[in-house]
């Protein structure tokens, strides 16, 4: 029973570094602040664009 217990309590202390780790792996999603001077986002195709003057 103690045993069952220790295991238990070393997954439960491992599992936010495991998830830290998956996550940090992921490329972070561009967003309009990260669009260069000039460009505006485009949801449809979710990147920068140059703005269509009409």
Known sequence: MKLKITLAALALSLSPALASAMCSSMKP?????????????????????????S
């Open 29 to 53: 999603a561009q967003t309009a602040s990260m669009c260069t001077e000039g460009q505006v986002w485009d949801a449809a195709t979710a990147a920068c664009i140059e703005p269509v003057s």
